[in-house]
């Protein structure tokens, strides 16, 4: 029976539960364990394919299709483990599942109650995940803060696995330490709060992440350990790091590996960190940088710029980066920019290399057309994802063939040349308005064709399988027509014959994917597109 791990967040979201999380599983693994991880969002969507990603950031897509939240990401970088359906549960999810049964009367008869049902059906995934992977740890984060409505059943789950089973759980609370400027001292208060509320919530917790600008000296170890309930040791600095990467390594300085071996009475199989050190070591070392451009429109959210919409590529870029010593040097470029003004394209030079990634609607996109011609005669290394192949076909299909009508049906349901078009399954779904977790989700297989790039790239590869989520895909009608004037596809899957990657000759990089390679990009193993178009870039 393996070890569960609950992380709870108080005080305010955005702490960086997350990256807490997945660090508390890579010390873990680096002790010679096999760590999963589960995410428990309180919110009612059956997934995250349905948000807008201004307001929920990025949509991870899995190999089995689940369209989860990012969080999940940072699990399978940290841990380099695929996940799935199993390590990702919401209320919706949760409701769902119950309610099926109940209307399969596999209930036997007796009222269906929210407490312990609901609970119970939390445990039941938690469990399963941990099953999957054979895992000696389980890590279960709790979205949302501690005292919310929304995530008291998820609470009361890990109470009664507790309950059930009590010296195989142990609690984690990450709270959040100001220091105000107008005091200039650490402020202990809403971290002891949110203690309160999960006590409130018959939950005490073991060990106490206190995350902070700055580490937490003895005074505040101690006030956190008196009026908390933990011994100070117990009481952990989780101080803002350069790189999210860092904090697995900042984390066992404090020791935290051991003090959760030791309440759990077990002793680690090994001590790992090696090449995570070396990661490390690399990413504060390297100083000549490769600048990228990204061009999306999933940035502004009032006065803020928002990250979070292209986490995956962002990491993916990093990744790439370091293998090459290169500090990556990533700005967000504006697709809306270059409608207004076709001259704003001239800063386009200014970069080593041009990303458009996945997106959807028509905001923006005549912008990033621009952009894709811009980058493909200048000859700036250029990478599109997902839309950004379509965008880049329909590039081609205007200013190479002479299509000059060429677009894609997603932005002009009555196009006459729709070179990107929708399949007849998805035209039926969209018709009956079934969006929810309908496109075409998952792990695909694609073969590539020996003597491109791509394969090349892959490693002479012949066969390779990249993750999707999107609707639309190149009309093998337009197929003949885009090959004849230049236009490689380099890789199609084998199928349904869905073209997945393009490439040009005569440029130091123009590839694109209709999947998304961002999704499989590893910290110490960078994905193939990826790492070849840094290694273009830098060269630039
Ligand atoms: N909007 C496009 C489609 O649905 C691309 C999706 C994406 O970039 N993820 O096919």
């Not at 807490?20 to 309180?42: C, Q």
């Not at 119950?98 to 009222?111: A, F, P, S």
């Not at 990491?315 to 990556?328: C, F, G, L, N, V």
């Not at 895909?473 to 349904?496: A, F, Q």
Request: hydrophobic share 35%; charged share 30%; with cysteine.
């Amino acid at each position: 029976m393996p070890k569960y791990i609950f992380v709870a967040g108080g005080v305010m979201s955005s702490i960086g539960k997350g990256v807490a999380t997945a660090s508390i599983g890579k010390i873990l693994e680096g002790k010679g364990f096999k760590v999963t991880a589960v995410k428990n969002d309180p919110y009612i969507n059956v997934d995250a394919g349905t948000m807008n990603p201004v307001e929920h950031g990025e949509v991870f897509v899995t190999d089995d299709g689940t369209e989860s939240d990012q969080d999940l990401g940072n699990y399978e970088r940290f841990l380099d483990e695929n996940l799935g359906s199993v390590n990702y549960a919401t209320t919706g999810r949760v409701y769902l599942s119950v309610i099926e049964r109940e209307r399969n009367l596999e209930y036997n008869g007796r009222c269906v109650e929210v407490v312990p049902d609901i609970p119970n059906e939390v445990i039941r995934r938690i469990k399963a995940a941990g099953k999957k992977s054979r895992a000696d740890f389980v890590l279960i984060e709790i979205g949302g803060t501690v005292g919310e409505y929304q995530n008291m059943l998820f609470l009361e789950a890990a109470r009664m696995l507790k309950l059930q089973n009590p010296k195989d759980v142990l609690f984690i609370l990450m709270g959040y330490l100001p220091i105000p400027e107008m005091v200039g001292e650490m402020k202990t208060k809403p971290t002891q709060n949110a203690v309160k509320m999960l006590n409130g919530a018959g939950i005490q917790p073991d060990i106490i992440l206190g995350r902070s600008s700055q580490p937490l000296d003895e005074p505040r170890k101690r006030k956190i350990s008196t009026f908390c309930n933990v011994d100070p040791k117990d009481v952990i600095s989780a101080t803002d790091a350069k790189s999210i990467y860092e904090v697995p390594l900042n984390y066992e300085r404090e020791n935290l590996s051991s003090r959760i071996l030791s309440k759990f009475r077990m002793r680690p199989r090994k001590n790992n960190f090696k090449e995570w050190e070396k990661l490390i070591d690399t990413i504060h070392n390297a100083t000549k940088p490769v600048k990228i451009g990204i061009i999306g429109k999933y940035f502004e959210s009032g006065k803020f710029t928002l990250m979070d919409s292209y986490i995956s590529v962002i990491e993916s870029i990093k990744h790439a980066a370091w293998h090459y010593d290169r500090k990556p040097e990533i700005t967000w470029l504006s697709a809306e920019n270059y409608e207004e003004n076709p001259k704003n394209l001239e800063e386009l030079k200014e970069y080593d290399g041009i990303i458009i990634p996945g997106g959807f609607g028509s905001r923006g996109v005549e912008g990033k057309i621009k952009a894709i011609e811009y980058v493909r005669t200048n000859k700036i290394p250029f990478l599109g994802l997902c839309l950004g192949m379509q965008l880049a076909t329909i590039e081609f299909a205007r200013h190479a063939c002479g299509l000059d009508k060429a677009t894609s049906r997603e932005f002009n349901p009555k196009t006459e040349q729709p070179v990107i078009d929708v399949m007849d399954e998805q035209k039926a779904l969209i018709n009956e308005k079934k969006f929810g977790g309908t496109m075409r989700l998952g792990a695909y297989d694609c073969e590539l064709a020996v003597g491109t790039r791509a394969f090349e790239i892959y490693g002479n590869q012949k066969l390779i399988s990249e993750r999707h989520r999107h609707r639309y895909e190149l009309n093998n009608d337009y197929r003949k027509t885009l090959e004849d004037c230049g236009l490689i596809m380099s890789g199609v899957n084998p199928e349904k014959n869905l073209v997945e990657i393009i490439e040009l000759k005569n440029h130091p990089f123009f590839m694109a994917s209709q999947f998304h390679p961002e999704f499989k990009s590893r910290p110490l193993r960078p994905h193939p597109l990826f790492r070849e178009f840094i290694r273009c870039a830098a060269k630039q």
